[in-house]
């Protein structure tokens, strides 16, 4: 057995939404830990919590009861300012769309993050440049978004997401703009980083190619674990 | 800080996103700023040239008179020890010219009425170095020789009153220094026009001499030495020099002698800077505005930001930044251009002769000539930088107040 590191603890996590005097459990209790290390896809059908529960782990959201441990600390106990903080050291994010700035670069966008982080300048550009490297895009460096396909704007967000060196990485639907050639090249470097440098994701999606490449998959059916499958 | 100059750099660039909509933001502002600049440099203009003409043909820039004089004006009170306080005006810096005169209020009489009048006994050559009278002549001749019948320098709307032209005679009459009334004929020698239509009514110039004579006084006696002095602000510094040395002598700048000068400058300053600031308001409005569009249109970068770590300080920081970047930048080209058409239109001059006989009885010029007014350029820019930063404040407080989890869900 190998030694394991646990590095978000989720406990009997609940988030009710109150629409039109229906209460509607898009969370229904959940509990789990993620392990450094771990390459897991978080699957279901449409409106089954995924991208609630991701947000909570996330630190975007906060629960109706329960908590989340990043770290051995409380998200739940965090102020909101605090947690910004928090989020902007521990936790990498992915997002659908809209990950860039449209009026920075690549580099800037990857070391803008940094800069909030107060790197210095040094660092902040060779890491940024080593980053893009990674996910192949040297040479795009200068590149507005707009002048970059929809798949090299993703690996922008990945390496931005890598940059502020956090705990973990989430990714809600990274794919579903994509095409299939984006789609894998995208997964290619994910699973590479993951590998790697031991980098852990943590997705949510419907795609198979990514549910394919998952070591762990988690389904979720009306805001509860339905199976939780590790691979080996 | 850091973090200060990405911010600055990302609220620059978002400024320039949409190039139409804050190009025409810019354009309001260079164009209000530059209506502001205009208005400002015509009113000053036009007060300048009402303040100056006042000073060099009635006000001086200072006037020394014997104590009681401002009370009384009597005949009687001639300047003491005349000659030591000229001497010693002559010594404080910013002196240029000085003029002695013989000054008292009578009356001028034709055939067709009689009219209240003051009449002044002036040398001709020593007046001219202070007043410019002698360049508003219509018609005649400046005080010229006297004659059997002495010549006299008469308003025009004193010579129309009367029905008096060049070579008519008339009648002055005056109270000599024993209190008896005393009378003489004059000939009209010149008929002037000033600015002042009010001066040219009530007022009369006659040889000094001649008025010595008539009121029996040494021809080297002086009611009134008028000075010209280098500058206005000098003026008031000149006259406060001379007064603590001759504590007996009435000495009086521009500003004592026509207060209401002074004031018309603090009032227009006034009423300028309230034009000013109602307008760049009213601009402020269109940036306010333009920031709520620009917010909504970016609202999921804005929660993206937000969720990867943005603060809220920054944030606010970052939109509020933009909004001034909107808000200033038209204002150096609006402060630019509105100098360079005022000293083009300082040049040129503008004709505003359709309503200039009303402009006469203001005691203004027909033609304004307005000048640059570079001590207002700060005030603008910072009511500018003041009234964007205040408009700022609800765009910025609007988009910390976007939750990161609905802007990122509105894909
Ligand atoms: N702000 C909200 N107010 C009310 N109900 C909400 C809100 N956000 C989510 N829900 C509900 O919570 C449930 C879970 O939503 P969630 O977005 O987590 O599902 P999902 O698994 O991510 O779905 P998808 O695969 O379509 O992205 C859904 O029934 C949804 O309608
Ligand atoms: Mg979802």
């Known amino acids: 057995m190998k030694s394991t590191e646990t590095v978000v603890k989720v406990e009997n996590l609940r988030k009710t939404y109150n629409a039109d005097a229906v209460a509607v459990h898009a969370v229904d209790g959940i509990s789990l830990s993620i392990e450094k290390g771990e390459f897991t896809a978080i699957v279901g059908p449409s409106g089954c919590g995924k991208t609630t529960l991701l947000n909570m782990i996330g630190g975007l959201d906060r629960p109706t009861s329960g908590d989340v441990y990043v770290q051995e600390v409380s998200i739940g106990s965090l102020s909101e300012g605090d947690l910004i903080d928090f989020r902007l050291k521990h936790i990498g994010f992915v997002f659908q769309a809209y990950n860039l700035l449209p009026v920075l670069s690549a580099e800037e966008n990857t070391s803008f993050i940094m800069q909030l982080q107060g790197k210095s300048k040094e660092e902040r550009s060779q890491r940024a440049r ?44 990274p794919t579903a703009n994509l095409d299939s050639h984006s789609t894998s090249n995208l997964l290619d470097i994910m699973a590479r980083l993951n590998e790697e440098e031991q980098m852990t994701f943590v997705f949510a999606t419907h795609d198979q190619r990514v549910i394919d490449k998952a070591k762990r998959v988690i389904t979720l059916e009306d805001g509860k674990v339905i199976t939780d499958e590790i691979r080996s | 800080m850091k973090t200060l100059q990405i911010i600055v750099t990302i609220a620059w660039r978002n400024l320039w996103r949409n190039k139409v909509r804050s190009g025409v933001v810019v354009l309001a502002m260079t164009m209000g700023i530059w209506a502001c600049i205009f208005l400002a440099g015509f009113s000053v203009g036009m007060n300048d040239q009402r303040t100056d003409s006042a000073l060099s043909t009635y006000v001086g820039f200072a006037q020394v008179h014997a104590n009681g ?57 020593m007046d001219t170095l202070v007043y410019d009278l002698q360049t508003r002549l219509i018609e005649g001749e400046f005080l010229p020789e006297s004659r059997r019948v002495p010549r006299a320098y008469v308003g025009e709307s004193l010579a129309e009153e009367l029905k008096l032209e060049v070579g008519s005679k008339f009648q002055v009459t005056l109270q000599d220094v024993s209190g008896y009334a005393t009378q003489a004929l004059f000939r009209v020698g010149g008929i002037f026009k000033t600015v002042s239509s009010q ?195 609800y765009p910025a407080y609007k988009s910390i107040r976007l939750n990161p989890v609905q802007a990122i869900r509105s894909v």
Do not use: C
């Not at chain 2, 240029?96 to 209240?116: N, Q």
């Not at chain 2, 026509?258 to 269109?286: C, H, K, N, Q, R």
């Open chain 1, 130 to 173: 080593q980053l893009l490297k990674n996910v192949g895009l040297e040479g795009r460096e200068g590149d507005k978004p707009a002048q970059l396909s929809g798949g090299q704007q993703q690996r922008v967000a990945v390496a931005r997401a890598l940059a502020s060196k956090p705990n973990f990485i989430i990714a809600d639907e």
């Open chain 2, 69 to 125: 004089w401002e009370d009384e004006r009597s005949v009687e009170l001639l300047i003491p020890n005349l000659e030591e306080v000229i001497a010693k005006s002559q010594e404080i810096p910013g002196y240029v010219a000085h003029a002695s005169r013989l000054v008292e209020t009578g009356m001028a009489a034709s055939s067709y009425g009689a009219l209240g009048v003051q009449v002044q006994g002036v040398d001709p050559a």
């Open chain 2, 199 to 393: 001066y040219d009514k009530s007022t009369i110039l006659i040889r000094r001499e001649d008025m010595a004579g008539l009121i029996g006084v040494d021809p080297s006696a002086a009611h009134e030495i008028v000075y010209k002095i280098s500058s206005k602000e000098q003026a008031i510094v000149w006259a406060g020099e001379l007064s603590s040395a001759f504590p007996n002598a009435e000495v009086m700048s521009w500003k004592e002698v026509s207060p209401e000068l002074g004031y018309a400058d603090d009032m227009m300053a006034t009423s300028l800077y309230i034009f000013i600031g109602i307008i760049i308001m009213a601009i402020s409005f269109g940036i306010l505005n333009t920031m709520l569009m620009a917010i909504l249109e970016r609202r999921r970068e804005l929660g993206m930001l937000m969720a990867v770590g943005m603060n809220k300080r920054r944030t606010f920081f970052m939109v509020m930044i933009e909004t001034i970047f909107l808000g200033a930048v038209g204002a150096p080209i609006g402060i630019l251009v509105g100098h360079l058409s005022l000293i083009w239109s300082g040049v040129n001059g503008f004709d505003l002769s359709s309503v200039g006989e009303g402009l006469n009885a203001y005691g203004m010029d027909a033609i304004v000539y307005p000048s640059a007014v570079p001590e207002y350029y700060l005030g603008i820019a910072v009511i500018v930088v003041v009234m964007t930063l205040l408009f700022s404040l």
